[in-house]
């Protein structure tokens, strides 16, 4: 970042009538760095620069000079990422921002976007670095162990998990957002898993289908299933207290087909019905005792130590553009599910890794 616009900073400030320990203060660092800033002689730090230009209502660009490491990226406001912190994935070309909500407490951002030039991030890391992320969207924790294990090793890539319902995957491969999508999507007319719905999305170039794992999807319970579920029927029970899953997510399609199997209403009448975003979020409401039962995998029900009622099993797979094979990255991603520590790893929380890293398909644009 340039440090050529000083003077204007320091006009700025006096032009508003603050001190220059009242802006400090305000923006947080103490008035000698601010001095130091103002003077010529010190680089402020991206989230630095942002706070002094928000509390003197100015760009940073306007503050700074053009030599700020700023990046255009495709699907990007202010409003869709709060606190503004992403992770960047080079799609096909291009870049893409994906927000770090809650879940992305745990990971360093790659970037900060710029409230004052909607579509425009700040980078928080060398580009060079933020290029080599590879952005894996699906609903499976798997993905994250999986990024994780990756990650403490050497080797090229750095495995990012984006936390998207099947449906909101599948989109973000086909418009160029992410590398890898993850589907859990049993076709309703012909029970097909996954394959349907992946010649559906009309992915814009071809792709391949590699499994993941196998895994039970069914009602997640309080430890002991006190309410004594043991079917969809029970979803029906006045006062329930009942978490469903967005309409694109693999999950609530289950809901639904076994809603209809049963000849019981989609829309549960009786019942206080909550929304969640993942299969996690689901377990966590339960956990908390905010809900009785909710609609999940396995997996989430093991991770805190919940009840589970199996209603069907299902294969996860992973999309990817077929060209993308033979990336260095990806060969990585693909050689880990051979892996005895991931296997023994993923079958501890009820996963049925047989057919891990076996190919599904490929499917032409």
Do not use: K
């Not at 745990?106 to 670095?129: C, K, M, N, Q, Y």
């Amino acid at each position: 970042m340039g440090v050529n616009a000083s003077s204007d900073l320091r006009a700025r400030r006096d032009a508003q009538g603050i001190t220059q320990a009242d802006l400090a203060a305000r923006v947080g660092i103490s008035r000698q760095a601010l001095g130091a800033i103002e003077a010529g002689r010190s680089v402020p730090a991206v989230d630095v620069a942002l706070r002094i230009g928000r509390v003197l209502g100015a760009s940073v660009e306007a503050l700074f000079g053009r030599d700020d490491p700023r990046l255009a990226v495709s699907s990007v406001g202010a409003g869709d990422f709060p606190g503004g912190r992403v992770s960047l994935a080079h799609v096909r070309g291009h870049w893409a921002a994906h927000p770090l909500g809650d879940d992305g407490l745990r990971l360093a951002s790659d970037a900060i976007v710029d409230v004052d030039a909607p579509g425009h991030v700040w980078f928080t890391r060398p580009e060079a670095a933020a290029r080599v992320n590879v952005a894996v969207a699906g609903c499976a924790p798997a993905i994250g162990i999986l990024a994780d294990r990756l990650n403490a090793q050497t080797g090229p890539g750095r495995f990012v998990w984006l936390a998207q319902s099947s449906g909101r995957a599948l989109a973000s491969l086909a418009t160029g957002r992410v590398h890898v999508a993850g589907v859990h999507l049993v076709d309703d007319a012909s029970g097909e898993a996954n394959v349907a719905d992946v010649r559906r999305a009309a992915c814009p170039f071809p792709v391949s289908l590699v499994t993941l794992a196998r895994w039970d999807a069914g009602l997640i319970v309080p430890e002991g299933n006190p309410r004594a579920i043991r079917g969809v029927d029970d979803l029906l029970r006045r006062g329930l207290r009942v978490v469903v899953r967005e309409s694109e997510a693999g999950a609530q399609r289950l809901l639904e087909r076994c809603l209809r199997q049963a000849d019981l209403p989609l829309h549960l009448p009786d019942v206080a019905v909550l929304r969640a975003g993942g299969h996690l979020e689901v377990a966590r409401l339960i956990h908390a005792g905010v809900a009785d039962v909710g609609i999940a995998t396995r997996d989430a029900a093991v991770a805190l130590g919940l009840g589970f009622v199996p209603l069907a099993v299902e294969r996860f797979d992973l999309v990817f553009e077929t060209s993308f094979r033979d990336d260095r990255r990806l060969v990585r991603l693909l050689d880990e599910l051979a892996t005895g520590g991931l296997r023994a790893d993923l079958t501890s929380l009820g996963y049925d890794v047989g057919q891990s890293g076996a190919h599904v398909a490929n499917l032409a644009a």
